[in-house]
């Protein structure tokens, strides 16, 4: 299958500051990628759904300014936490998926701890 | 609105029985479905996938899932588990008309497999 690669794997900040997490599509291009949150123990939450080349699409309730996806090329998306708290800390995933509508490929996620 | 349920927060089997974590879903039109495995702090792998076609699919590891469309399911089967399947499994659904590209998640299945 398709590869996707996120990075870091793991993150720790200090409360007030920003982090940024990348997520690349290494063997395809996609037009689409994903982010989501996961909470321990807990199912996936579709954070944003992002488009190559224009405004992420955010889920109701997900703060736009707090987390700030960029989606420049069509090999990579980043998913910037500005200002994190600790309630910001938690597992973060993308997928990026072909231009056809099928199975969507996931990146290995961010642990992020604020401190 | 589409949904998904996955009944049971957590199977427990013995190693080389038969192992079913269920599903069902609820979407207008016809539907994607999918399986995934998620490992701790890793992130989701793809198992297999329900498009068109023949109910029974066969996907990784020695999986496979039937799709049953009068009660809307689409259980996970394996006819003999390993200790290694021990893991989060997640059922996914996207439905074909207006389609976003979105995954619709379960609330996830935890599956141990004992020695």
């Known amino acids: 299958g398709a590869v996707v690669s996120q990075h870091p794997s793991r993150v720790i900040c200090k409360s007030g500051t920003s982090v940024k997490i990348e997520c690349r599509s290494l063997d395809f291009q996609a037009t689409t990628m994903f982010w989501y949150r996961q909470f321990p123990k807990q199912s996936l939450m579709l954070m944003a759904t992002s488009n190559e080349g224009s405004k992420a699409t955010y889920e109701q309730g997900v703060e736009k300014d707090k987390f700030l996806i960029n989606h420049a090329s069509l090999t990579l998306s980043t998913l910037t936490v500005t200002s994190a708290h600790p309630e910001d800390s938690s597992f973060y995933i993308c997928?990026?998926?072909?231009?056809?509508?099928?199975?969507?490929?996931f990146g290995q996620g961010t642990r992020l701890t604020v401190v | 609105a589409q949904s998904v349920a996955q009944p049971e927060d957590q199977v427990n089997v013995a190693e080389g029985n038969p192992l079913t974590v269920k599903c069902t879903y609820s979407?207008?039109?016809?539907?994607?479905l999918f399986w995934y495995v998620q490992y701790p702090n890793r992130g989701l792998q793809f198992l297999l996938k329900y498009i068109t076609g023949d109910n029974l699919v066969k996907g990784s590891y020695g999986f496979e899932a039937e799709f049953n469309k009068s009660q809307t399911s689409f259980h996970l089967k394996k006819p003999s588990a390993l200790v290694s399947d021990s893991a989060l499994y997640f059922c996914a659904v996207r439905a074909l008309t207006g389609n976003t590209g979105k995954l619709i998640f379960g609330q996830g299945t935890t599956l141990q497999v004992k020695p």
């Open positions: 997928s990026a998926r072909y231009t056809s509508p099928l199975e969507a490929f």
């Open positions: 979407v207008s039109g016809n539907p994607y």
